[in-house]
T-cell receptor
Framework: DAGVIQSPRHEVTEMGQEVTLRCKPISGHNSLFWYRQTMMRGLELLIYFNNNVPIDDSGMPEDRFSAKMPNASFSTLKIQPSEPRDSAVYFC?????????FGSGTRLTVV | GESVGLHLPTLSVQEGDNSIINCAYSNSASDYFIWYKQESGKGPQFIID?????DKRQGQRVTVLLNKTVKHLSLQIAATQPGDSAVYFC???????????FGKGTRLHILP
């Protein structure tokens, strides 16, 4: 079991550019979550999917953020246009009835 | 509203001593609580969980205590080791909900 796989591990981009973060959940896990982690706000839930359907996107900061889950094995979180305040570590997690597993995160720096 | 409150202090503990990390939660509808450990450069890792029908649960070197009356959760780590150095988060989940809400974390620093 390779766990939850996120890519890229690090991303540095200029303000105004589009950023796409990717996540491959654990096979068989029905739910997928995107979290953002900053020192100021801690771990914030942005959005989660159940069986590929978005269930709660109330944590998405604004319209610049969007997330998709086209199939059970892939999800993306897109920021367009990116801003310096989006700099954070973005985690993807997937879950089964037995618990959550987190990926290693993508560290995003917007300059 | 829902919140799991945990100011972000640093707890320094001598190697071999016991550690106690505390957490307050505010959502009385939460019925499942989890402690996570996050090491530098990694995602949070599950340590131990407890359901609201229990007040204590023990694992290997870790114990979670739940006091629903005062909405308080604690994590006890016995015989703290250097490998225990990390940030620890409590998290809560409401029955029927899939999402987990995290507190802000406590950094545990082990003194040699």
């Amino acid at each position: 079991d390779a766990g939850v796989i996120q890519s890229p591990r690090h991303e540095v981009t200029e303000m105004g550019q589009e950023v796409t973060l990717r996540c491959k959940p654990i096979s068989g896990h029905n739910s997928l979550f995107w979290y953002r982690q900053t020192m100021m706000r801690g771990l914030e839930l942005l959005i989660y999917f159940n069986n590929n359907v978005p269930i709660d996107d109330s944590g998405m900061p604004e319209d610049r953020f969007s997330a998709k889950m086209p199939n059970a094995s892939f999800s993306t979180l897109k920021i367009q246009p990116s801003e310096p305040r989006d700099s954070a570590v973005y985690f993807c997690a997937s879950s089964s009835p037995y618990g959550y597993t987190f990926g290693s995160g993508t560290r995003l720096t917007v300059v | 509203g829902e919140s799991v409150g945990l100011h972000l202090p640093t707890l320094s503990v001598q190697e071999g001593d016991n550690s106690i990390i505390n957490c307050a939660y505010s959502n009385s509808a939460s019925d499942y609580f989890i402690w996570y450990k996050q090491e530098s450069g990694k995602g949070p890792q599950f340590i131990i969980d407890i359901r609201s029908n229990m007040d204590k649960r023990q694992g290997q070197r870790v114990t979670v205590l739940l006091n629903k009356t005062v909405k308080h959760l604690s994590l006890q780590i016995a015989a703290t080791q250097p490998g225990d150095s990390a940030v620890y988060f409590c998290a809560e989940k409401k029955g029927g909900d899939d999402k987990i809400i995290f507190g802000k974390g406590t950094r545990l620093h082990i003194l040699p």
